[in-house]
């Protein structure tokens, strides 16, 4: 009886073995040959809609194309350091194929088959157009190169297990691209496209749950600042429903409030990128973010009097 049961528990173990190893595998996109020379000016929008600089960019010096990476996104789960994605070959991409650079934006997936921490938000860049991809790695091409690797993650154990982000993704990531709504106006459906693909606004302004994955029914609304320092507003009508699309849009060009703040923290960049963006594309995303439907979401910490 006693060695039928550890038979038992043996044959479960390797069957468990085998499911986990079977659904943390990476799933990498099949490309084919481009047929299309790269558009280097659509490289360089999707480059600024996607923030690249803000991580990227060497820390605390002025030129936001050097991007030797190195900057520290604290999170619950650790401390992560953003690469370098400069083109050199030895410690940026240089040496990445047009393949190797889709999957890692888009499935999460590195070079070497390994599964990237989601901090890179590819979990929103999956909706992004190949093609626009593509464009954008050339557009990278185009800029220094520059020399140092950044220091490895800072991540406890079990969070520093890249195997687990494979069941990770198969909790919290999609895999389809965007899919514009017939119903409305192409100028909508290219903000859509920028505030959920590329421009990834959902990645800090929507709380998550303890595994790290954003509460679907609190999209947009806000929450703690995944480094533990300040509040992240809720951009829904909930939120900004006192903004007209102009507020909205001077706002991403800007960072001026129309009640007369500023943005301010991790947004400052942000908006540095936004404003290299055309006019017609920050009116696009504006149209899209003022037809969010409000949404409730967690309470923000009460503001200490005098602060």
């Known amino acids: 009886m006693l060695r039928r049961t550890i038979l038992a528990v043996l044959i479960a173990a390797v069957a468990a073995s085998g499911v986990y190893w079977w659904l943390s595998l990476p799933a990498a996109l ?34 936001r194309l050097r991007l030797g990476g190195g900057l520290a996104l604290g999170s619950p789960f650790g401390t992560f350091y953003a690469p370098n ?27 070497d088959g390994t599964h990237y921490f989601p901090a890179f938000p590819y979990t929103s860049y999956h909706l992004a157009k190949v093609d626009d991809v593509r464009d954008l790695f050339a557009y990278l091409k185009t800029l ?14 079990p969070f520093n297990i890249r195997r687990n982000i494979g069941i990770w993704k198969l909790l919290f990531m999609g895999t389809g691209t965007f899919v514009p709504d017939a119903s409305r106006s192409a100028q909508w459906n290219r903000g859509a496209y920028l505030v959920n ?27 703690p600042n995944p480094d ?43 908006i540095k990128n936004l404003a290299q963006l055309t006019a017609e594309d920050r009116a696009a995303m504006a149209a899209y973010l003022k037809s969010l439907p409000p949404v409730d979401g967690p309470t923000p910490p009460k503001r200490k009097e005098g602060s």
């Open 228 to 270: 533990g320092e300040g509040w992240v507003p809720n951009i829904t009508q909930k939120g900004i429903g006192t903004w007209s699309e102009k507020d909205i849009a001077d706002f991403l060009e800007t960072g001026d409030m129309p009640e007369g703040d500023s943005a301010s923290g991790a947004m400052r960049p942000v």
């Open 85 to 111: 994605i400069s083109p050199d070959p030895n410690d940026g991409i240089g040496r990445w194929s047009e393949s190797d650079f889709v999957n890692a934006v888009m499935r999460g997936i590195a070079p």
């Open 197 to 223: 693909a590329f421009g990834h606004c959902a990645e800090c302004h929507s709380p998550r749950n303890s595994l790290g994955g954003i509460i679907r029914g609190e999209r947009f609304a806000g929450g």
């Open 144 to 157: 220094p190169a520059v020399q140092g690797k950044s220091r490895d993650h800072d991540v406890p154990f």
């Open 30 to 63: 099949a490309l084919t040959a481009a047929t299309r020379a790269p558009d280097l000016a659509n490289g360089k929008e999707m480059f600024n809609a996607g923030g690249c600089s803000s991580c990227h960019a060497v820390p605390n010096q002025g030129d």
